[in-house]
């Protein structure tokens, strides 16, 4: 009976796996039963035994055939109860839980006949394991055959599954216990517990329940499958090679079995051997569930992608793609967004990349290509928000250089964060240089200037060092250092003569200090040697409009336009002359306008351009000759309100067409600009103005109303009652307007122009005091003026009489040093002389010397023959011995006497050498 319980067991559960990890594994081989048919015919037991192997080995349709083939061939009376009882049994549990009608008819029917012996308990099992994979109610069932039998296993088990389906493994596993209290032997059981351990992470226990359940069952494929993935994930070399085995045996007995093809597709994809890797995800394709043929897809799409296949790979990937709607395959949603960011596609990559994130959250990959992809769609905020997530995940440079770069304007502080974590990365000078920036941006003056000469001094000769220079000198002249910021700018000019942004800063300081000639002069100077220099120009055409030279400066800007199209500034400059110098000439305000169209279609968020649109429209009045082209600048206004909608673009549309006498959609977009700004006088002032041109003049009070409660500007009382006076005769045309109404809406007139008198009051008033402080101001700019004259002037008398000491103390300096070497000179001169005169007498001594060594020596050589004369005599006379005796003592005597005053001459004579030598020397 042990072996019947194991077809209660259920599917395997299917385990998410890593899909990066492979190994070559030889085919599997299968076992053929269906030869041993006639033997077992003769052996209803063995029968049994046949069938539940079969069963086991995942081939239910065999068994089924085998089983009915072996009860048609033998006839009922033949068997025992007890047999006839499995048989019934056993084709009932085969046709249970298919989803097949037919199946769980025949189910049904089988079941009916078993309960002739008593079986109750069995079939209610098998109708609650039939409900719970066809995802019914089923614990009732299990339940019931409890009450039956309370030490009934399949039942135990059947509620332990069910417990595991709502998530409550504690109660699970303690039914699982039971379970296997009362069959020991059950591997089904200890799969379950296994499983159970497996999803706590208790990795030792579930690897101890499934290596029991195969020591049981040496072909348990449940146990097979799981311990193989298990051993798999632990990756050491004793593990792989266990898991590799595990899988080996799990396909030789199914070769169709998808789970182990996996694992085996996995150590194959290590090894790079993408032909094996063919083989067994075309496996998991034909013979898996959804989630394993969603994997082969993804596998053989890698494989693609691997060998830069990535037509064949986006094939794959999109097949797994639309299976996968609840993205259980997040690898395989980031791969089919590589792919399609390869091809440009970056709104298909930013949808299957925002469905990632709803299904599994972020992981640093996905919302690092996320935050690329919004950054080519060119969403900025959205860019900054991914990315910085992404950054949480791992540092990383490029990330942090991008979220930096792009927060460096709007938030330098945040942006300042990330340039910091990139310095303790990688210190650079371009890092420096973006942080020197960051704390200009944040007025941290002192700081920035020492990121700046930090940079400068770790930069060798690159192509920052004149970036650098000139923007140590903004903050240098932030400070108020022009002197040290002119220094920089200077050596910028001498490194770089084509720099033209250190001449115009230079430019723009003289202008500051009103040195309007020497200003004009450097920039002509500039011009001249560098004619292509179109940034001075243009400066040089503002301060002539500044100085009133229009028609100087309307040149300028005019060669710029003509020698260069695309320069958007000079059009600006030009446009800007003609609204504000040009006003009495309509064909001046229109060329305007047409120059703000222009300007507006190469570059639609243009704020100044949009701004200069707005105020020349506004001023300038209908001219049946001249008329303006609303049309152009309404769809200019349109496309600027699409990129980059805001109050001014809102205001200035509806202003567009009130002045082209679109009123209705005047006043929508009026009414539209209120919902979204709030209220402002402007805008319920053009309201107003809409409402009375539709002779609605209730109404249009109503706005003024409004807007006088939020100001009481002039202009509104004067529309107010005009707008009043119109309403009230309008009344007393209709004859509705009762006396009370009458009194009311007058008393507010009148209030209103109480409230315009008192304005002009105070505006008498403060144009009074505005003029004795105009007055005030003008003095005290002269005597600031005066004040910093003379300052100018002591401070460069102080610099001259620096400069006059300095001179006279270098004067000075030089005469000592010229007195110095005169007189060394004449030392050096006596010194020789000296020396000269001591050589000379060393001389006439060693002179000296010499003639008395010679008369010595032949005093040597006279007594030598004398000596030799005297031995041939003594020789001679040999007679007298003692007479020679005395005289040869008297001799040696004699020689020993010589040669001691021999000695101290020559010491003498050494001694006079020597002195002379060092006298020489000298």
């Known amino acids: ?72 061939n033998s006839s009922l009376s033949q068997l025992s109860q007890t047999i006839e009882r499995y048989f019934y049994i056993i084709i009932a549990s085969l046709n249970a839980y298919t989803g097949n009608e037919q199946n769980n008819k025949i189910c049904h029917e089988y079941l009916e006949k078993s309960k002739r012996f008593g079986d109750n308990e069995f079939a209610e099992c098998i109708y609650g394991f039939n409900a719970f994979y066809s995802k019914k109610p089923c614990k009732d069932y299990f339940k019931r055959a409890l009450e039956l039998n309370k030490n009934y296993a399949p039942a135990l088990i059947g509620l332990a599954l069910c417990e595991l389906k709502d998530h409550k493994d504690g109660v699970a596993l303690s039914y699982f216990i039971q379970a296997l209290k009362k069959q020991p032997t059950n591997v089904s059981i200890r799969c379950g517990i296994g499983r159970i351990y497996y999803s706590q992470k208790e990795i030792k226990l579930a690897i101890r329940c499934y290596e029991s359940a195969l020591v049981l069952d040496n072909i348990c494929m449940d146990a097979l499958i799981n311990l193989s993935r298990i051993y798999w994930d632990i990756r050491t070399p004793q593990t792989v090679k266990r898991a590799l085995e595990l899988a080996n045996r799990a396909l030789m007995i199914d070769n169709k079995c998808a789970p182990a093809a996996i694992v085996l597709c996995e150590a194959a994809m ?115 928000e991914y990315l910085e997530k992404a950054s949480v995940f791992k540092i990383d440079y490029t990330i942090e250089l991008i979220v930096s770069s792009l927060l460096e304007e709007k938030q330098p502080k945040k942006a300042l964060e990330h340039y910091q974590r990139i310095n303790e990365i990688n210190s650079t000078v371009e890092v420096l240089n973006n942080m020197g920036c960051c704390y200009y941006f944040i007025q941290e003056l002192i700081k920035s200037k020492e990121c700046f000469e930090k940079a400068l001094n770790m930069d060798k000769g690159s192509e920052l060092r004149t970036t650098l220079l000139f923007n140590k000198g903004r903050v240098l002249e932030e400070m108020k250092l022009w002197d040290e910021a002119n220094k920089c700018y200077q050596e910028i000019i001498k490194e770089n003569p084509w720099y033209f942004d250190a001449r115009i800063r230079r430019c723009y300081h003289l202008w500051d200090e009103k040195q309007y000639n020497l200003a004009s002069q450097e920039l002509v100077e500039t011009i001249i040697n560098f004619p292509n220099c179109e940034d001075a120009k243009l400066l040089l055409g503002e301060m002539l409009c500044q100085q009133g030279k229009i028609d100087d400066a309307f040149k300028i800007f005019n060669s710029v336009t003509n020698h260069n199209r695309t320069n958007l500034y000079a059009f600006l400059a030009l446009a800007r002359v003609m609204a504000k110098y040009g006003r009495q000439d309509p064909k001046q305000q229109l060329e305007a306008v047409k120059l703000y169209g222009k300007i507006l279609n190469a570059d639609p968020t243009n704020v100044l351009a949009l701004g200069g649109l707005a105020l020349t429209t506004a001023e300038r009045k209908e001219n049946s000759s001249n008329p303006i082209p609303f049309n152009v600048i309404i769809e200019s206004l349109q496309r600027v309100n699409d990129v980059c909608p805001s109050y001014e673009v809102m205001f200035s549309m509806g202003t567009c067409y009130y002045n082209a006498h679109n009123i209705q959609m005047a006043k929508s977009i009026f009414e539209s600009t209120l919902n979204q700004y709030g209220e402002q006088v402007e805008v319920l002032n053009g309201l107003a103005q809409c409402e009375f041109m539709l002779n609605r003049y209730k109404e249009a009070l109503e706005h003024l109303e409004r807007a006088l409660k939020i100001e009481p500007v002039s202009q509104i009382v004067y529309n107010y009652q005009l707008v009043a006076s119109c309403y009230l005769e309008e009344q007393k045309q209709k004859k509705k307007l009762y006396k009370e109404e009458n009194e009311q809406l007058r008393q507010n007139v009148i209030g209103y122009l109480q409230q315009f008198n008192n304005l002009k009051y105070k505006m008498k008033t403060f144009e009074e005091n505005w003029k004795s402080l105009i007055e005030q101001a003008r003095k005290d700019q ?11 002037e002591q401070r460069k008398r102080k610099i001259e009489e620096e400069n006059q000491r300095k001179k006279e103390e270098e004067e000075k300096e030089q005469q000592r040093r010229m007195e110095e070497k005169k007189m060394i000179i004449e030392k050096t001169k006596k010194e020789q002389e000296m020396i000269g005169k001591r050589i000379e007498e060393r001389l006439k001594d060693v002179e000296e010397n010499t003639t008395e060594k010679k008369k010595k020596e032949d005093r040597k050589e006279k007594k030598e023959r004398k000596r030799k004369v005297l031995e041939e005599e003594e020789e001679a006379d040999g007679e007298n011995k003692v007479s020679y005796k005395r005289k040869e003592r008297v001799n040696e005597k004699k020689m020993e006497e010589e040669k001691k005053e021999d000695n101290i001459e020559e010491k003498k004579e050494n001694h006079s050498i020597e002195q002379s030598d060092d006298v020489v020397s000298l």
């Open 1 to 72: 009976m042990s072996e019947l319980v194991a077809l209660f067991a259920p599917e395997p559960i299917k385990l998410m796996i890593d899909p990066t990890r492979y190994v070559i594994i030889p085919r599997p081989i299968t076992i053929q039963f269906h030869k041993l048919k006639s033997y077992f015919q003769k052996d209803p037991i063995a029968t049994v035994q046949v069938v539940a192997s079969l069963v086991r080995e995942q081939r239910r349709e065999e068994a089924q055939k085998f089983l009915l083939e072996i009860m048609t």
């Open 782 to 792: 002269e005597e600031k003026q005066r004040l910093i004259k003379e300052h100018e």
């Open 270 to 384: 290590k090894c790079n051997n993408y032909k094996v890797v063919s083989e067994f995800a075309n496996v998991a394709i034909n013979y898996g569930n959804e989630q394993e043929k969603i994997y082969g897809h993804f596998t053989l799409g890698r494989i693609a992608h691997q060998k830069q296949d990535f037509v064949k790979a986006k094939e794959e990937y999109n097949i797994g793609y639309l299976s996968d709607t609840k993205c259980m395959f997040p690898a395989l949603h980031y791969r089919m967004a590589q792919v399609l960011f390869r091809e440009k596609n970056y709104i298909q990559v930013e949808k299957i990349l925002m469905n990632c994130l709803k299904y599994n959250g972020g992981d640093f990959d996905v919302l690092k290509l996320l935050g690329f992809t919004e950054l080519k769609l060119n969403k900025i905020n959205e860019t900054i």
